[in-house]
């Protein structure tokens, strides 16, 4: 019988495998208390990774008369335990663990003082996040003795409790004490150490789960919010950003990104019009998880185009410095590619640098297609491209008029070139003060009456740009005005076939 006996425990122990040493998850000291204590009676120490309440005393609990010092609880206890349940005749606390980890509750231990008619009766119950009550512990007689130095209750074995042996943070777990059968005083009492009652048990890290990745939401052009579920365990997430779906790279700041305790997070400064991958992982004190799937997305194509022109108003350039007497702003519109009218699109303003002679001309309603562009402002004839462009949202397309005078449109038959060399480089005419598409009188006078009073400023007649009209810019003007230099364009095309306009009269730089 005996040998029997040794070899059942020798399989149970085998059978509950590792045997973890059980820690204080949460004690309380009575040491100090007075007047049978404030409730709730705050945990004198816990686990750091457990969260606990202190001990609330139900409302009908008595802490009028003399107490005994030392000791914590009350009187006026129920003479059943239904109508203790009831009434709230009763302690409680509640315990947990802490986000990232779980708790598994072993034992229960409890050191109490009683009147000599106080409860000797006793009933344990547990919930779980508020559910119904069960009882672990039902005894008349457990507060057997009133002896005045107090006395221990053996040891609550919880651990056959399964509800209580993997507590998360999302299970609360209410622990209620109520003793019954006789009204006098009963409290917790001192023994010694901070474990007058305590809980006993094991923490460990929580496993992880993998969270699931959901579908971007308010992609733009710039960015988008990538979205996934929470996993059980997590403290946190990382989240890593690609162009491709390999992740053999990562998007500059998106790599095992910690995006904190969330289930969502916004991604910005990406490239519009442009493909993008993401996934993410859960984390905590022991690592993280496998990655989630893999989401993409295709941000907004970009609502904006640009187009970057280089040209040199004849009137400000200095072909011996290379440079332009001053950085001035003029206009680059996008004009349809089709015939008679060749209308235009959009127009944007353009700084032109005066040592580089480009400027980006940003367009904002125009769709990505075909266009001519041409520039123009202040004096500066209006001058084309000489083939359309290929403008796209999102990009930006180049074109350089100093080159080589084919850069502008000409029609076939007019006696002159559609720009004027400089030293080594094509410019746009300067003259057209009145922006006709043509240098003639009317220019001309409009320079004279400005030189006559010399006018200062920023003027469309001040040609050469230095801030004065005199006789420099009335000769660059003359000289064009003598041949009446027009504009050369694919609508002027279109009209001349039309026979509405004529070739010009005379040829010119020839
Ligand atoms: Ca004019
Ligand atoms: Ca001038």
Known sequence: MKRQLRLYIFIFILATGVC??????????????????????????????VSVSGINRGAVIST????????????????TSANAISTGAYIYFTISAKLGYTSALKTLNLYYRKASDG????????????????????????????????????????????????????????????????????????????TDISILGTVNIASLSIPTSLTATEVT??????????????????LDVSRNPSFSTFEAGYYDLNVGLVTSFVVSSLNSGSS??????????????????????????????????????????????????????????????????????????IKIDSSTFSGTAEFSSAQSGNYYIYVKGKSAMSTWSATPIAFTKGGTVNYDFTTTSSKAYSIPGFPYLPMILQGSKWCVYSGDVDQDELIG?????????????????????????????????????????????????????????NKKIYLPRKSYLK
């Open 221 to 238: 052009e710039t960015g988008f919010r990538a979205n996934w579920t929470s996993a059980s365990g997590a403290t946190g997430y990382r």
């Open 119 to 194: 409860p000797p009766g006793c009933l344990m119950q547990y919930s779980v996040n508020g559910s119904s009550y069960i009882t672990f512990v039902t005894n008349s007689n457990l507060f057997n003795t009133s002896a005045s130095g107090g006395s221990a209750i053996t040891a609550i074995n919880l651990s056959g409790i399964i509800a209580l042996q993997n507590v998360s943070v999302n299970d609360v777990v209410t622990i209620r004490i109520i003793p019954y059968g006789n009204a006098g005083y009963w409290c917790v009492y001192k023994s010694s150490g901070n």
């Open 276 to 349: 993008y991958y993401y996934r993410v992982r859960s984390v905590n004190a022991g690592g993280n998880s496998s990655n989630s799937e893999t989401q993409s997305l295709t941000t907004l194509a970009s609502s904006k185009g640009y187009v970057r022109v280089t040209f040199i108003p004849e009137g400000y350039y200095n072909y011996e410095l290379g440079n332009l007497l001053v950085s001035d702003t003029f206009t680059v519109t996008l004009a349809n590619v089709n015939g008679p009218d060749y209308a235009d699109l959009e127009t944007a303003s």
């Open 20 to 49: 973890y040493s059980q820690i204080t998850l949460a004690g309380w000291s009575a040491a100090g208390q007075t007047n049978f204590g404030v409730s709730p009676f705050t945990a004198t120490i816990s686990d750091a990774n």
């Open 441 to 497: 009188n009317v220019d001309l006078t409009l320079i004279d009456n400005d030189a006559f009073i010399t006018k200062e400023g920023r003027t469309a007649t001040d040609l050469d740009g230095d801030g004065l009209v005199g006789n420099v810019d009335l000769t660059i003007c003359d000289n064009h005005a003598y041949w009446v230099v027009e504009s050369q364009s694919p609508r002027k095309m279109s009209a001349m076939a």
């Open 64 to 79: 009028s008369g003399s107490a005994i010092p030392d000791a914590w609880g009350g009187a006026g206890w129920a003479s």
